[in-house]
């Protein structure tokens, strides 16, 4: 019996772990794939209080995790095939066990959104990718196109222009959804073509990707760029499977929590990118994080130890 399981080795829950394990609780965190969630994803990191020089997102999240398992978090890498949320124990089914706690922490984060097109996943790993940061190397010298307007977008197509031969970005409207400084940057690069109201149609190539065919919202007009890569940057949606008709959630899948951290069901919490807020980034995941392990810390003081 464990006081406290969380559920996602992203920011989030390694904070949340981290908080529960210096407070005195007996605290497991379960993680499928990596820990640090799509921080290990990003570039570089410059937004984060107390880095006041960029890092790397793979170095982040390991210093998370390093400081996390200082104060004794337990982090075991497993998939979780079932929840057990009704009832005062909480139960945590994997591949290879059943575990029981107290409280719970949802921290399961999000993951990129696709366009749905053909040849989308039968192509990703040859051509299609999610992660500039991760795939960017295989493609020195070479084109690529992004596609998306916002941050991730921006960050990912000023990453690759450091390394490709060119970048294409490519976006429905004629401006950027990205922060002023980071849309600054792309336009100012001469490395970066632009490619305004407009949208990939298809992803070209026999058994890879050769390029993309890009269709103009206003007029119709279609144009097919040879590129050798394309990364897909048009959002997030919150890894929420897992706990689809168990606790409240947003149509969009996030889950509805109070400032607390609490969900409609009694002992259990939500924290970071599965959480409906108005704003996802590293520092509020983190603060949710914080929250919803002193919120289950209260918890259990009230419930078990009365």
């Known amino acids: 019996m464990k006081d406290i399981i969380i559920v996602g080795g992203g920011l989030a829950g390694l904070t949340a772990g981290m908080y529960a394990q210096r407070g005195g609780l007996d605290t497991l965190l379960f993680e499928k794939m990596f820990t640090g969630g799509q921080a290990s994803t990003t570039n570089l990191i410059e937004n984060y209080p107390g880095f006041d020089e960029p890092i790397s997102g793979p170095d982040f999240a390991m210093k998370i995790e390093n400081h996390a398992r200082k104060f004794g978090l337990e982090i075991l890498y497993d998939e979780i095939t079932d929840l057990e949320l009704e009832g005062k124990i909480k139960k945590v089914k994997t591949e290879n066990g059943v575990y029981e706690c107290k409280a719970l922490i949802l921290a399961m984060g999000a993951e990129p959104r696709k366009l749905g097109l053909d040849k989308e996943d039968e192509f990703r790993g040859r051509g299609v990718s999610y992660c500039a940061t991760c795939d960017g190397a295989f493609y020195r010298g070479k084109d690529v196109v992004v596609v998306g307007g916002g941050d991730t977008a921006a960050e990912d197509a000023l990453f690759l ?18 922060t002023k400084i980071l849309a600054d940057r792309v336009i100012a690069s001469n490395k970066i073509e632009k490619i305004w109201d407009s949208t ?90 914080a929250v919803a392990a002193y919120s289950a810390q209260r918890y259990i003081i009230e419930k078990f130890d009365e």
């Open 200 to 289: 990939v149609e298809a992803i070209l190539g026999e058994n890879q990707v050769t390029g993309i065919r890009v269709a103009n919202v206003k007029t119709g007009e279609k144009r097919e760029i040879n590129v050798d890569g394309i990364f897909i940057a048009i959002g997030v949606r919150p890894n929420s499977d897992l706990i689809k008709d168990k606790v409240k959630m947003s149509e969009a899948g996030y889950v509805l929590t109070n400032d607390s951290m609490e969900t409609n069901i009694p002992g259990v919490f939500a924290a970071g990118d599965l959480r409906q807020k108005p704003l996802l980034q590293l520092v509020t995941a983190a603060s949710d994080g």
């Open 161 to 178: 222009s450091q390394y490709v031969n060119k970048v294409y970005l490519v976006h429905r409207r004629d401006t950027l959804r990205a």
